[in-house]
């Protein structure tokens, strides 16, 4: 099976819920990019960028593993016999692309910063008994909530560096934009891995925006939980992404921020945010089609499955940068990148070249490296 990731840098707008809705009462809140892919210089950081990937491979795992434990079968897209994580891999977790923004929690409430990720579900927080790991952000102290609730039961995700998040699960009051869920489930970590660490990871926590079936706690996210409990009118929320006034909004969509309709890409499979992108283009002519992918806005490239990727760069005429440096990704001169476009809902979204290229290869080089690679997520 084909497996792609979509990522925030597409932006498709495809993230609603249901089907089309009159608009209801929404809010929105701003949200901030943080991003290090690239260095001082502009030339891309290619230790981050194999350190994204491998944060990448380990995040479809956790919630490749946490749908088996939730429904008893293999998700469909887990192809089998995979490792669950790169033991021994060199690589620090990373965590330096996110979108953050506010949320408070419990009775007094206090806010929080966490990183919007609709990759998965679940959502936590430092809690009060977490070592110096957590140290530089707010902590989150469940005994002085009155609403707070401890399920006894704990939690433990697993990142690309083979270090864990793990704590204690409970429930309390979650606003976000205005809207409460009254118990909503959260974890209290005990224990960051070192891409949560404040000095990578600018948010206190993180709020996953995807379906019950990938959560490690098996509770419905945030956003699923105001849908279920009535809070928000329409099942609806929007992200516009962008370096200056991003925000995500909670209950509908923005219209001032947007023209034209939406385009709509049944899901396919509810977990991650999963759908069927129709094909990938470049100067009109077909080069993949029908990929399942994954809209992510907690991965910054487009990542595709390895034969799909090398396809795609041999109809391109791009270069595979040295394994050493850089496996998976691709090269074009800068002079002459391409631009590509993927369609979803019939639709074709064009990538413009620059969005695509991440920048040159070292500092003053002509060859720029792309944002799209090629990652095997089976092994
Ligand atoms: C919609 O976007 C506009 C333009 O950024 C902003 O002024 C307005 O506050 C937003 N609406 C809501 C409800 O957030
Ligand atoms: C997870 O939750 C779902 C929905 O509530 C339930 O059907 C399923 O049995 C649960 N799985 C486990 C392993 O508890
Ligand atoms: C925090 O505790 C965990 C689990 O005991 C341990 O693996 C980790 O090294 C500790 N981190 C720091 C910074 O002390
Ligand atoms: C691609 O095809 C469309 C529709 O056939 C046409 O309008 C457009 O000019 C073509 N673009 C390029 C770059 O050839």
């Not at 707010?138 to 039961?153: A, E, H, R, V």
């Not at 809902?345 to 920048?359: D, M, Q, T, V, Y």
């Not at 290869?361 to 720029?368: E, N, R």
Request: aromatic share 10%; hydrophobic share 35%; net charge negative.
């Amino acid at each position: 099976m084909r497996f792609t990731l979509a990522t925030s840098t597409v932006a498709l707008a495809v993230l609603a819920a249901a089907a089309p809705q009159p608009a209801g009462i929404g809010m929105a809140i701003p949200i901030t990019k943080r991003s290090s892919l690239v260095n001082a210089d502009k030339s891309v950081n290619f230790d981050a960028l194999k350190s994204h990937v491998a944060a990448v491979k380990a995040k479809i795992h956790r919630g490749f593993t946490n749908y088996e434990k939730n429904a008893g079968r293999k998700h469909p897209s887990d192809v089998g016999g995979v490792e669950r994580r790169g033991a021994g891999d060199p690589l620090t977790d990373d965590q330096n692309e996110l979108w953050y923004g506010s949320i408070s929690v419990g009775t007094p409430a206090k806010s929080f910063t966490v990183d919007f990720d609709t990759g998965s579900s679940d959502l936590f927080l430092p809690g009060s008994g977490c070592n110096s790991s957590c140290s530089g952000h707010t902590i989150w102290d469940p005994s002085s909530s009155s609403t707070s609730q401890d399920l006894g039961k704990s939690f433990s995700l697993a990142y690309g560096d083979g270090s864990t998040v793990s704590g204690e699960q409970y429930t309390d009051i979650v606003s976000i934009a205005g809207f409460s869920a009254p118990t909503q489930t959260l974890g209290a970590a005990d224990t960051y891995s070192s891409g949560f660490e404040s000095s990578q990871f600018p948010a206190d926590g993180l709020l996953g925006m995807a379906f019950q079936s990938i959560s490690d706690y098996n509770a419905s996210s945030v956003f699923q939980t105001l849908v279920s409990d009535g809070c928000v009118s329409d099942p609806v929320f929007s992200f516009k992404l962008s370096s200056s006034g991003a925000e995500l909004y909670i209950g509908g969509s923005n219209s001032t921020l947007y023209t034209g309709g939406f385009t709509y890409a049944p899901v396919t499979q509810q977990g991650y945010w999963e759908v069927n992108m129709d094909n990938v283009k470049s100067n009109n002519k077909t080069i993949l089609t029908n990929v399942d992918a994954i809209i992510d806005t907690g991965t910054t490239l487009i990542i595709g499955i390895p034969s799909d990727v090398s396809a795609l760069y041999d109809a391109l005429g791009g270069t595979a940068a040295p394994s050493d440096v850089g496996q998976g990704f691709y090269t074009f001169p800068c002079s002459s990148f391409p631009s590509i476009s993927l369609t979803f809902g019939g639709k074709s979204f064009p990538i413009a070249a620059s969005a695509l290229n991440l920048g040159p290869v070292s500092s003053g080089s002509s060859d720029c490296v792309s944002g799209l690679a090629g990652l095997d997520i089976g092994s």
